[in-house]
Each structure stands twice: as structure tokens, then as C-alpha cells.
């Protein structure tokens, strides 16, 4: 389950186009943060995505994914042209495909390697779905299938698109608009495919009710929109990171945890014990987008709520990250390491996690302030104090890590209480061959 949100120009501070997401998925599906250079390619070059092979074209752009490790897609990136994307997950009455297709991370990435802006963007997910349909197993130890709808943002527009099998619906946003793991269109939409032109009611007709109605994206949905309503004219990059890491009305308590209850979800998501909790903010993405260049921040680590946020520019390349994560624990993996602290936080969140997002904040605050430098300077001229700033952020932020996760290893083991929950962790840790102490 995820959360996807924007603000197109009149709603931000500074004019900008600003998107986030919570990419949520299986507690151990490690999402690395990848770099895709421009590519040209022969002609009659083909091109092989998570399941079926597509014709390449004869040049790619410059992408910046996050992406779970296993798929080829993503579920959120931005391009060298300022195209940002996140999809979500919609459960829709269309019938599956016996054969695999196209996930609707591969279409993802495909629009963002191929377009130059929203509309080229749209293009080329509907001309691809027409061709190969969506179909194809998106779980990671579970077989999971399903639909996309998506946000679709450039320096100057945003769109939704939600799409029923190979049918799609696209509408313009106006302000700011969020999307959830349902569909949301009904019969305010500005073009569609043949079999959903004339709707009514493409929410109501065509979702799935149980699936749409367990994942709990109405109220997400709800909260994202209403919060971005009540700052719409001077929305920030702070504003949208605080929502990606909001955990609803109940999580402003200090004496709020993620291990109480067997239902619901919120737009920061933490795994649980049964079958209804079973995603966990794997990756977040707020994309700051201007027609000068585009600042990225990405966490390249799961639950948001106690990771900061790096910038990242398309045309400084990445700091060394370590090896690519996959499902077995490793330290020397950034998201991997990062799940030591995460873990630890969570054998007792509501006494642990305060001191952790005050070091955070302090670090994100920092680095707001120093990007504020090249807001309008993202030329050759700045692009190696840049890439210094990015290398940096990545260093405090795993030096902070280290030190707030020696501290937690120093203090008594917190109370035993929430069996459930912390048999779904052990569970989780047991999977990934990870060792317990914290």
C-alpha cells in the first residue's frame, strides 16, 4: 500500500511543482535508490522489463529510481527533464491476464526514461498498456496482482492517471491532489480509453470494494488531501516530508506506537502481525520540481518517520551507497544498515523514537538550508558542490544512525509487551537472517 501526493505551482511557497510518496511494501523488499544515465541505443535493440520484452528506443534519458531489488520498474523516480512519478496500487473489477505483462512499475519507469514531460509521460503508459496489458505477480513472497493508478508531475502540470485493466482515464490537477490505493476519478476526468469514455462513476463502477475498503486508502487519502488543503498557496518540501511521515490524529500522542492494533494503516506505514498489516514504508521521494533543474530527496531507507531525507540532484550522480540490497540482511547495504536502527526503535517506538527525530529534524533543517544556495543555480558551474552537498548528507545522516544506535544498545531491554506484534518482527528478522540485538 502506498500514498502519493502534489502540489502544482500556485499551491507551493516558491512556485514550484513539489510530489511525494511512501513507497510501501513487504517489511524485508529492500528498495535501493538507482541512477540510470542516459543511454543511446542501436536501432531494433530490445529491452527486457521484470517479466516481457519491449522494443527499446534509440535513447534513453538520465532516471533516479527508487525501486524495490528484485523488479525492474520503480515505484517512484524522477528524469533529467523534471518528470517525477508514483504509483499506487488499485484493486479493480478488470479480470487479471492469464499471461504477464507489463507491472505498473515497469510502466513507471518506462515513461520516465522515454519522456519529456507529463503529457509524453502519459503517452507512453497508455500506449504501453494498450500493447501489453499489466499483469504479472507485484508481491514479493506473496502473489500479489493488481491495477496502477499514478501521479504524474513536471516543472509546470501535474495529472492523475488511474487505469481498469488497459483501460485509463487521465484529469489535469488543479492545486493539490493526493491518491491512495483506490480509485478516486469519477466523472471529472479530462481524456479516456474507448471503454471508459462517457463514465459516470469510474470509482464507484469499476473498484474492487474489499480489497479497496481493507487497504484503508480512503483515509489516507483523506488525510493526505485535507492536509495539503489547510497549507495549499505556501506548501514546502518540510510540509511534504512531515506528511509522508504522519501517523493520523493518534500518532501526535507520545505515547503512540505502531504495535498497537491488528487494522488500519497510515500514510507512514508500519508492518504488524496478520494478514491486514503487511506493508511497511520500504522508500520515500519528495522531488522539488523547477524548469531550472530538479532537487530529489530521497531516504534510500524504510520508514521516514526515522530516516532523513538526502537531496539529490539528476546531473551529480550518487555517493557510494554500498552494494545493492536484496532480501538477506547486510550491513554494508544502506538500506539493510538502517533497518538495525528501525528495528530497534521499534521494541519500544513510543520511548525511542522522540530523541531520534529531534536529531532528524536538526539534520534536515541543515540541509534545507543549504540547497536553498542552488535553488536557482543548478548549472556546470555548481554541479561538484552539489555533489559534495549530497555526499555529506549521506554521511551525517549514517554517522547519526550509528551513534543514536549505539545509544539504544546501551540502555535495558525495553518491557515485554505486544506478543503479537513482536512475533511478526521476529518472524520478519527470521526471514531475512537477520540477528536480533538492539
Given at each position: ?7 502544482v ?11 511525494g ?52 520498474g ?13 504509483n ?10 492469464a ?13 520516465l ?26 508481491g ?26 488497459r ?76 506528511l ?95 533497518e ?61 544512525e ?28 527470521k ?6 540485538e538492539?
Open positions: 500500500m502506498c500514498d502519493t501526493f502534489v502540489a505551482n500556485e499551491a507551493t511557497a516558491d512556485g514550484s511543482v513539489i510530489l510518496k511512501n513507497s510501501d511494501r513487504e517489511p524485508n523488499e529492500a528498495q535501493p535508490i538507482v541512477r540510470v544515465p542516459a543511454t543511446e541505443f542501436a536501432p531494433d535493440c530490445e529491452l527486457r522489463t521484470t517479466y516481457v520484452t519491449v522494443p527499446q528506443v534509440r535513447r534513453t534519458r538520465t532516471v533516479l529510481l527508487s525501486k524495490p531489488y528484485w523488479i525492474w520503480a515505484e517512484m523516480g524522477v528524469n533529467d527533464a523534471g518528470v517525477a512519478i508514483g499506487e496500487a488499485v484493486f479493480t473489477k478488470a479480470k487479471r491476464e499471461d504477464p505483462g507489463l507491472l505498473g512499475m515497469d510502466l513507471l519507469r518506462l515513461a526514461e522515454r519522456a519529456g514531460d507529463a503529457e509524453e509521460a502519459v503517452a507512453v503508459i497508455t500506449d504501453m498498456l494498450a500493447t501489453y496489458g499489466q499483469a504479472g505477480n507485484a514479493h513472497t506473496a502473489d500479489m496482482q493488481y491495477d496502477n493508478s499514478y501521479l504524474i508531475a513536471d516543472p509546470s502540470r501535474a495529472v492523475v492517471l488511474e487505469t481498469v485493466g483501460e485509463w482515464a487521465v484529469s489535469r490537477v488543479d492545486g493539490t491532489r493526493s491518491i491512495s490505493n483506490g480509485l478516486t476519478l469519477r466523472g471529472d476526468f479530462d481524456a479516456a480509453s474507448a471503454g471508459l469514455q462517457g463514465a459516470k462513476d469510474i470509482a464507484g463502477e469499476h473498484s474492487d470494494f474489499l480489497y479497496t475498503r481493507f487497504s484503508d486508502s480512503a483515509k489516507r487519502q483523506c488525510r493526505t488531501r485535507d492536509a495539503l488543503a489547510a497549507v495549499a498557496g505556501g506548501i514546502r518540501v518540510a510540509d511534504a516530508m512531515a509522508l511521515r504522519d501517523h493520523g490524529e493518534g500518532g501526535q500522542k507520545p505515547s503512540w506506537t505502531p504495535a498497537a492494533g491488528l487494522f488500519g494503516q497510515t500514510v507512514c506505514a508500519h508492518a504488524g502481525f496478520g494478514p491486514v498489516r503487511v506493508s511497511q514504508s520500504t522508500g520515500s521521494l519528495v522531488a522539488q520540481l523547477r524548469p531550472e533543474g530538479s532537487t530529489v530527496w530521497l531516504t534510500g531507507t524504510s520508514a521516514p518517520c526515522l530516516s532523513v531525507f538526502k537531496p539529490i540532484w539528476m546531473d551529480t550522480g550518487l555517493p557510494d551507497l554500498g552494494p545493492e540490497p536484496d532480501k538477506y540482511y547486510d550491513s554494508s547495504s544502506l538500506w539493510w544498515r538502517h538495525d536502527l528501525h528495528r530497534a526503535v521499534l521494541s519500544d517506538y513510543a520511548n525511542r523514537a522522540a530523541t531520534l527525530r529531534e536529531r532528524i529534524a536538526a539534520i534536515e533543517e541543515e540541509l534545507q538550508t543549504q540547497t536553498t544556495v542552488f535553488a536557482d543555480a543548478y548549472g556546470p558551474d555548481t554541479r561538484a558542490e552539489r555533489a559534495a552537498l549530497t555526499a555529506r548528507a549521506f554521511a551525517v545522516a549514517a554517522r547519526a550509528r551513534e543514536a544506535l549505539a545509544q539504544l544498545r546501551q540502555r535495558p531491554a525495553p518491557p515485554r509487551r505486544h506478543l503479537l506484534y513482536r512475533r511478526a518482527w521476529a518472524g520478519f528478522d526471514a531475512a537472517q537477520r540477528g536480533t538492539s
